[in-house]
């Protein structure tokens, strides 16, 4: 089976632009999270989709947004882009156990942000 | 008080030796955790997870959960040079999940 893919790997943008990245689940996992990860903060919560409705949110600015289609693809969306943007940015997808929910990461996208 | 505290390490020990690392957690509501291993430059990959009280043991690897003290605690044994990651513990309550900062561990040959 297929892991989680995220696209693209690598991103530079500069600051105000902004910028869209994609995840696709492993299939059959209807759930995806997202997690910002940087030296300084670790792993962040940004928010979490299930047939196409956000679950849950971390504390993020409104800069900060995602969508899931139909088909369990997300979409996360940073506007504005800051400086302190820059962090990998990870995709993990799950089976909506409940309790029992394993996260599976993807390979993550590395933003830039110059 | 963070969320998931975990030791910071760096953690070194020899090869073939036991690698103990630890997390505690704050919130008594807390149903499921999990120990994720990441590489320099790679994502998380999950090594074991764990939802009851006691041990579990997967091959080398040995997750123990104490609700009690609010604490989960891997063991390695047997450890090899290709352990050398940083270990993440991660909580779960209902749909939040939450991270700790992970230790660095290194297995010297």
């Known amino acids: 089976k297929a892991g989680v893919t995220q696209t693209p790997r690598y991103l530079i943008k500069t600051r105000g632009q902004q910028v869209t990245l994609s995840c696709s689940p492993i299939?059959?996992?209807?759930?995806v999270s997202w997690y910002q990860q940087t030296p300084g903060q670790g792993l962040q919560f940004l928010f979490e989709?299930?047939?196409?409705?956000?679950?849950n949110k971390g504390n993020f600015p409104g800069r900060f947004s995602g969508r899931q289609f139909s088909n369990s693809r997300s979409e996360m969306n940073v506007s504005t882009l800051e400086l302190g943007d820059s962090a990998l940015y990870l995709c993990a997808s799950s089976l909506p156990r409940g309790l029992y929910n394993e996260q599976f990461f993807g390979p993550g996208t590395r933003l830039t942000v110059l | 008080q963070k969320e998931v505290e975990q030791n910071s390490g760096p953690l070194s020990v020899p090869e073939g030796a036991i690698a103990s690392l630890n997390c505690t957690y704050s919130?008594?509501?807390?149903?499921?955790f999990f120990w994720y291993r990441q590489y320099s430059g790679k994502s998380p990959e999950l090594i074991m997870s764990?939802?009851?009280?006691g041990d579990k043991e997967d091959g080398r690897f040995t997750a123990q959960l104490n609700k009690a003290s609010q604490y989960v605690s891997l063991l390695i044994r047997d450890s090899q040079p290709s352990d050398s990651a940083t270990y993440l513990c991660?909580?779960?309550?209902?749909?939040?999940?939450?991270f700790g900062a992970g230790t660095r561990l290194t297995v010297k040959p």
């Open positions: 764990i939802y009851s009280n």
């Open positions: 991660a909580v779960k309550r209902d749909n939040d999940m939450r």
């Open positions: 299939s059959g996992h209807r759930s």
């Open positions: 989709y299930f047939s196409e409705t956000q679950r």
């Open positions: 919130d008594r509501g807390s149903q499921s």
